[in-house]
């Protein structure tokens, strides 16, 4: 019999790919949509009518726990992404970030742990480790809050692991690298670069150019999601979801303006550049672990990837403002 998983941050961009595929492959997919007025589903929307219809929709708050406990009635597995993420909105907004990701999470336990759910995958990010002290950056990595974001991430994390050690929940922390790729907010840097050329743009706005990331295209990191998910083996494990490769922000934006306008070049935006103790300057993650427990591989290249984003991202330049700083 088929499982019943519940996605929370469902109506997000890799928690839409990931409800997705989870109904591609055959689960009774419920998504945790986060509640408004307007009877918006986020990302879902988008989806082909015949796919929607499929998803048990549930609108609610994260940050309530009667909604929680009651989306994840009759639940066998959750993937918890519902989280605020972006790091400049984190400085000024610390508040909503702890009681969207600590308490958010913590109501995703106390819940599973009441109702007995069968696997619970909580969702972390490379940001927990801050700058590289060693790389290819494993689990054993030391944890660094750079950022009111990353903060509330470790502290999420560790709320996971003491419910895993204190009452056996069966709990595993999922911790992808940079993903990227179609529905991705402007809030991040590759949807930046690449509004500002489609829009015409030929001096292209950027913070800090020298720090590198290890880059993920969505399906990618959506699959290993599932490939750890459906591995024996992961419970009680933190799993990295990441390429092993890093390339600078420099050189990102060189080989998107390669593919869209050559003749453009980078500036410097003093409002994009992070504080200089806040700034993660080298991302580069260890997949050994992900592909020891799992049969999970990436498919996709950089080349490709980007390829595929720019051309997701030329057919929907509506959704996006390329005339402001997306915080």
Request: proline fraction near 5%; charge should be neutral.
């Amino acid at each position: 019999m088929a499982k019943t998983v519940l996605v929370t941050g469902a109506d997000g961009f890799i928690g839409s790919h990931l409800t997705e595929m989870l109904l591609e492959k055959g689960y009774n997919v419920k998504a945790f949509s986060f509640y408004n007025s307007f009877n918006k589903w986020g990302w879902l929307d988008t989806l082909p009518k015949n796919k929607l219809s499929e998803i048990n929709i549930f609108s609610g708050d994260i940050r309530d726990p009667n909604g929680v406990r009651e989306a994840m009635k009759g639940i066998d597995m959750v993937f918890h992404l519902a989280a605020l993420i972006a790091i400049p909105f984190s400085y000024h907004s610390p508040d909503s970030y702890v009681d969207t990701n600590i308490k958010g999470t913590l109501n995703v336990l106390q819940a599973a742990r009441e109702l007995e759910t069968e696997k619970i995958m909580i969702t972390s990010t490379s940001e927990v480790y801050g700058t590289a002290r060693y790389v290819p950056i494993d689990e054993m990595h030391p944890f660094q809050g750079q950022s009111p974001y990353a903060a509330t991430k470790i502290g999420s994390d560790r709320l996971a692991e003491s419910f895993y050690r204190s009452f056996q929940l069966p709990v595993t922390i999922v911790r992808p690298f940079n993903t990227y790729g179609p529905r991705q907010s402007a809030r991040a840097v590759i949807p930046t670069i690449i509004t500002q050329l489609l829009a015409g743009e030929t001096e292209i706005k950027l913070g800090t150019l020298t720090p590198t990331r290890d880059f993920n295209y969505v399906t990618d990191t959506a699959e290993g999601f599932i490939a750890i998910a459906e591995s024996k083996k992961t419970i009680g494990e933190e799993i990295n979801i990441a390429s092993q490769k890093e390339i600078s922000i420099g050189d990102l934006a060189n080989e998107i303006m390669k593919q869209i306008n050559p003749r453009a070049k980078l500036i410097c935006d003093e409002q994009r550049v992070r504080p200089e103790k806040s700034e993660v300057n080298r991302l580069l993650g260890s997949n050994e672990k992900i592909k020891r427990l799992t049969n999970w591989r990436p498919k996709h290249t950089l080349e490709q990837g980007l390829k595929e984003t720019i051309e997701w991202i030329g057919q929907n330049m509506e959704c996006y403002k390329t005339n402001i700083y997306n915080v």
